[in-house]
């Protein structure tokens, strides 16, 4: 066959690998938002149909010689092409391990799951969800066993959210993390929380924000619509349609505000991915690390920032008069960068959040190991939070049942959240030998910044492995000391 007609025909399987995951998308994005509560079982069988059908798309003799045949001829391939035929053959290698019957039940059980946890997270009874959960975890299991038999289970899985990363690396970063973080929160006694924190502040208000914040971010409404649901999120189709959400609480303005700044950072990757990439298989992020290193940038790196809080403060009084009437820059800042063990990941500090990610990593390693039964989940979740954040857990609803992502199947996740961090802070260390980032910032400018990581990060998609991408745009291979720096610059400030 031609090379011409057979990259036609890559192109074509491209696009409909992508039509079933849209479809499929569409339909996870409606239950977490606007879909009835007892609409679970019609989307189950609906989801089940449809990832047979993307199976049956990749999983066929067909696909598997029309990408042989373009990995033989690979030396006359573009850069381009030739990551799409890797990233298709390493997917097809993959899911041909995973019976079809498996394949389509897990969606089912999937689905099913992520209903159950809304549940149980509303009444704060993990025994709704157990059983599901234990199913999934099940799941999950073969479903690395499949992918491969050789690894840890646990390592297959954090590979597929971060090529190339294992537990040894992992438990590297986070010994390290730990003995620096460790005296520091020893020694730091945290201030009274201000009472304009839990002060009352219209949602209608709160969707104002949303929407101004928006726009200072630079999204393009046209093609970045948000939502709310229980627990934010942010859903990309493509370049031209990418969903975001957050989960508005009256007394405390600060969750939306920077859940909204964190998926916006989410959203601009997806939107910054290059134009002769949609809907193959390179656009999508590197990485899920270098993923959520684009939303913490923005979140914290951004969002925690001296110059773009002074810049936000005045929007802020205006919208929350009330609530902020004689509150001054100074006290705002202290407010949104102030450090204390807390119960929840998402409303964390900088500081802190790590610690979080550390007892989430502790405890899916011993569930995927089968060292811990997700019967005795909620007791080792509460006692690890005990001890590494000195912490008690009231109830499971701001305990073990506060994160959507195990109801997903999501196994090996969390820990790109701290990879992302500290990927955020070493962009942001290369990013200063190029803008004057404090006066951008202090202007509410973010279009520069935005620039900068759209021509060193987002535009190439998937292009590079995260550890090339980065190193191609810091000019270092991974550094963790510069998210160390951050954090111990942060706690000293607050």
């Excluded at 646990?154 to 590297?172: F, P, Q, R």
């Excluded at 189709?237 to 909204?260: C, G, P, Q, W």
């Excluded at 998609?461 to 995260?466: A, S």
Aim: charged fraction near 20%.
């Amino acid at each position: 066959m031609e090379l011409t007609a057979m990259k036609e025909q890559l192109t074509q399987l491209e696009r409909e690998l992508h039509a079933y995951g849209h479809a499929m998308g569409c339909l996870s994005f409606d239950a977490a938002t606007v879909a009835p509560s007892g609409s679970s079982e019609a989307r189950g069988l609906t989801l089940s149909f449809l990832s047979e059908k993307h199976y049956a798309a990749l999983v066929n003799p067909q696909v598997r010689e029309l990408l042989d045949g373009l990995w033989s001829r690979r030396d006359e391939l573009d850069a381009a092409t030739l990551r799409r035929t890797q990233l298709l053959r390493e997917d097809l290698d993959e899911l041909t391990r995973i019976p079809v019957e498996e394949y389509a039940a897990y969606a089912r059980i999937t689905n099913e799951s992520s209903e159950r946890w809304r549940a149980a997270k509303a009444t704060g009874d993990y025994a709704v969800f157990e059983p599901l959960l234990a199913q999934v975890l099940d799941y999950s299991r073969r479903f690395a066993g499949y992918r491969d038999a050789t690894r840890p289970a646990y390592d297959v899985m954090l590979d597929s959210y971060e090529k190339g990363m294992d537990s040894a690396t992992l438990d590297a970063l986070f010994s390290m993390l730990r003995s620096h973080l460790t005296p520091l929160l020893a020694s730091h006694s945290p201030s009274e929380p201000p009472a304009f924190l839990s002060a009352c502040c219209p949602v209608e208000s709160q969707r104002a924000l949303s929407a101004y914040l928006m726009q200072v971010l630079g999204l393009d409404g046209s093609r970045c619509a948000l939502a709310e649901t229980e627990h934010p999120f942010t859903q990309g189709f493509s370049k031209y349609d990418v969903r975001i959400t957050t989960h508005y609480y009256e007394n405390a303005f600060l969750s939306s505000m920077y859940s909204v700044i964190h998926e916006g950072g989410h959203a601009l990757y997806e939107q910054g991915i290059a134009d002769e990439y949609q809907y193959t298989a390179l656009a999508d992020g590197a990485s899920m690390g270098m993923h959520e290193s684009q939303s913490r940038f923005y979140e914290n790196l951004v969002g925690r920032s001296a110059g773009f809080l002074r810049f936000l403060a005045p929007t802020l009084r205006k919208l929350f008069p009330e609530a902020l009437d004689g509150v001054s820059d100074d006290a705002l800042l202290r407010a949104a960068n102030r450090v204390e063990p807390s119960l929840v990941r998402t409303e964390a500090d900088e500081v802190t959040y790590p610690l979080h990610i550390m007892v989430r990593y502790d405890l899916e390693k011993q569930l995927v190991a089968g060292t811990l039964s997700t019967k005795d989940l909620p007791e080792a979740w509460n006692a690890l939070y005990k001890e590494y954040l000195g912490v008690d857990v009231p109830n499971h609803t701001v305990g073990v049942l506060q994160d959507m992502h195990w109801s997903e199947g999501m196994f090996g996740y969390f820990p790109t959240y701290a990879l992302g961090s500290a990927y955020a802070s070493q962009f942001m260390h290369a990013m200063r030998r190029d803008l004057d980032v404090d006066a951008l910032l202090a202007r509410g400018e973010l279009a520069p910044i935005t620039q900068w990581l759209g021509s060193h990060v987002h535009r190439y998609g998937k292009l590079y492995p995260p550890a090339v991408l980065l190193e191609r745009a810091t000019g270092e291979a991974f550094q963790p000391r510069y998210y160390v720096e951050h954090l111990q610059a942060v706690l000293k400030g607050c």
